[in-house]
């Protein structure tokens, strides 16, 4: 049987949608089961399990180059990077942490501002994002002089066969762009800064994830990065304002 | 063997790109343009189609070559080894007497050379030489700081190879900040003068007290004064007051007696640096152009000149109240200076501090003038650029010096089309720190702030934004296009070799983990630096039989040197420090021996490039060195500076050894 992915429209009418073989979204293995559980308790901070791949778009439009692979399993989401090979962010929105993990290193570090990806790649309520990314920002330390995430709605907009629903976004720090979320999936799917660049999820695989994905390793140190900042202080490459 | 000497060899190298800036590409001004080699074409005065010079942080020529002896048949050099002032083990040799140091008794007024009438010379006795402390120097190991724990927390330097990374684990001096640093055989009861820093407990390996490294400092510490001139020392420079200025200029510095130390590089200290010196050639009469400290030596590098305040277009004005410098003794102290601050009117002799410099400069026997222009504040010490390390100009209330219009050799080459590159250690990092701080706050952009919030890029507050001349200038950081060309990361400089796209004039700075500044880095680190690079370089023979690596420091950091010093102008020069120069054509353990500072680097590219000297009054317009066959320290032509062309023999053939065996 061909697969085939779960659409929840707009208005929670559920239906399914024929795979489109040209789709970035599409290779999906859902569970039917387990979209009506969801659609049913309507959890704000619970995606699909899932897994894709992310591209990044140029200016012009076209696929720049790849950025990583992000796997999703209820309110936990870890985001892989290609450089440097083998980091990866864990977040979790119901623990509501962010860190970084650098295997190489044995170390895990806050995420804070280290990726906006951070605040935008997590589950998030299709009608409210803004919501989730919020406490997302908060979690990166960057909304600390006040600023939110500001959602406007846009509309519904076909994305190769699904319906995506359209903000016009405003950052804590007041940059603006656009993202397109998924209402099955319950996650940003494309994102485009004003300059055209962004990112695409691609070749987007439903299914159960590990949980040992998003596991710390026992052994691993916490990077704190006060004592470096200290040290170099001291040095002659750290020039305090005059008082 | 020596954990020292077995870090050296055999070492793999391996590149990592920037801390996950690909993550955050779509949000930062930095950029990826490589700059194109056109090195190769460009029509040059000698085979040299590339320089490369690296330049590490704070150690001088006694301090690092004290106590070494030149391989080549015939060569000499000036040290403390050859002077007699210490023994090839380190103590003190027959002629330590030399190396005096002296306290002075307290003065009404700032002075350049103290009377010599107020001089007591430190004794073990009744008038013992302030002592060598930790000052700054790591207690412990730690999690998140050099050295660190382990070696895979160490991993955060990207830009020395595996093999040199457990060197930033090692050296924690084992005891508290700031106390008498009993790592030092005989500390307590060293005598006046130069002492080793070798022991049992203490080698190259380890970090170490620091010492202040400002312009009035060095100044007073060289005791220049005109009455203790000779014919071998027309400069009457007696550098004799080395630990009494640290001990005495400020109520709260803790530097006391640790300018005295110094290296033994025949007992296998700076090891790399030794074998290069005995493979190559040497300066021993090289000097930091600047007196004091880290950001006017490279402005003076990247300009032969020094910066001033400005308006952000290129006018003076005089610089904020806060900041202008009166090193007048604060009354009833012995040496307490008034204000010590980064800015000075030089041109005005009201101005405090001023009249005795401008005063001996004209006693000289040659003609040295200030060099100091009318209503011009100048930067004598470390102030942030104007801008920041992603091109925004830096707001007002953070004191950082206002665009500068100083012209640099940057501006030279660019004028000519020939390619260049400054790549400094941790800037991609930096420059991404940059773009946080500024959107989370642009009235007041706070870099320490965004890397606390972003330990992935934290350690791009280790890129060193003063030691980057370019970053003053508002034709090179003002401009985007330029800015993307010229400024970038150490990694960027291992590409650019390993993919023969190397500009014909490349700057390396590390970061302030490798810099080899003492307290927070140490000279096996920086060392490892330079490996990382000339190991790339051994790579590429094509490459390598066109390039001349210099290898030198931005100054002494405050280090006691017994070299001859030729004041040129108001701000310098300052001690010898170390240059090294690895060529095809500078091989066979030379030392040069010809007067020259950092301005001679400029001169060497502008000889072999064929360009003009960079302004009207900068120092590149300086002569070369003529000299008497009996003393070829001193010029007689003076102020004059080496273009450097003599440390090369490029009648000769080309000698392609390895950099090290």
Known sequence: ?243 | MSPVTEKKWKRSTALCSSLLSISLSLFSTTSGIAASDAAAAFKTKSPIKHVIILIGENRGLDHTFGVYKPKGKGQTISNLLSKGIVNEDGTPGPNFKLTQQYSVAPQKLYYFGAPNSAKMPYNTTTNIMPQPNTNGAPSAQSATGAPFQNVTEASVEKDIEPGDVQLLTTGATGLPLGVLDTRIPGAGSLPPGPFVLQGPDISDDDYTGDTTHRFFQAAQQQDCNIQNATAANPSGCLNDLFPFVMATYSSSNKSEGNEMGFYNAEQEEASLLKTLADRFTLSDNFHQSFLGGTGANHFMFGTGDAAFWSDGNGNATPAPANQIANPNPVAGTVNQYTADNNFTACADVSQPGVKPIVDYLENLPYDAEPNCKENHYYMIDNTNPGYLSNGTVVPAVQGALPPSPVRTIGDALNEKNISWGYFGGAYNDAAILSNEAVASNPANPNLTAAAETDPAHAVGIAYCQICNPFQYATSIMGNATQRAAHIKDTSDLITDIQKNTLPAVSIGKPDGLLDGHPSTSKIDLFEAYVQNVIDALEAKPQLKADTAVFITWDEAGGYYDSGYIQPIDFFGDGPRIPLLVLSPYSTGSIVNHSYADHVSLLKFIERNWELKPLTDRSRDNLPNPTVKKSNLYVPTNSPALDDLWDLFDFSAEPNLQPYTE
């Open chain 1, 1 to 243: 049987m061909a697969p085939v992915s779960p659409r929840m429209g707009l208005a929670g009418v559920i239906r399914f949608a024929p795979k489109s073989n040209s789709s970035c979204f599409m290779i999906r293995k859902f569970n039917i089961a387990g979209v009506l559980i969801l659609a049913v308790l309507g959890s704000p901070a619970m995606a699909q399990s899932f897994s894709a791949g992310l591209v990044t778009i140029g200016a012009s439009g076209g696929q720049a180059g790849e950025l990583g692979k992000v796997r999703v399993a209820g309110s936990k989401v870890r985001i892989d990077t290609l450089a440097p090979q083998g980091d990866f962010f864990v977040l979790d929105t119901i623990a509501k942490s962010a860190y970084l993990v650098r295997p190489g290193q044995h170390l895990f570090m806050d995420a804070m501002q280290s990726s906006l990806w951070t605040q935008l790649l997590v589950p998030v309520d299709p009608v409210d994002p803004c919501a989730q990314w919020q406490v997302m920002a908060k979690i990166a330390g960057a909304a600390q002089n006040g600023g939110e995430w500001r959602c406007t709605r846009l509309g519904e907009e076909m994305l190769v066969g699904l319906t995506a629903i359209k903000y016009r976004l405003v950052s804590p720090g007041g940059t603006e762009s656009t993202g397109w979320i998924d209402p099955h999936l319950k996650f940003l799917i494309k994102f485009r800064a004003d300059d055209g660049t962004g990112i695409d999820m691609v070749s987007t695989e439903e299914g159960p994830q590990a949980e040992s994905l998003f596991a710390i390793p026992a052994h691993y140190s916490k990077f704190d990065p006060k004592q470096l900042i200290e040290r170099i202080k001291q040095s002659d490459v750290w020039v305090e304002p005059p008082k």
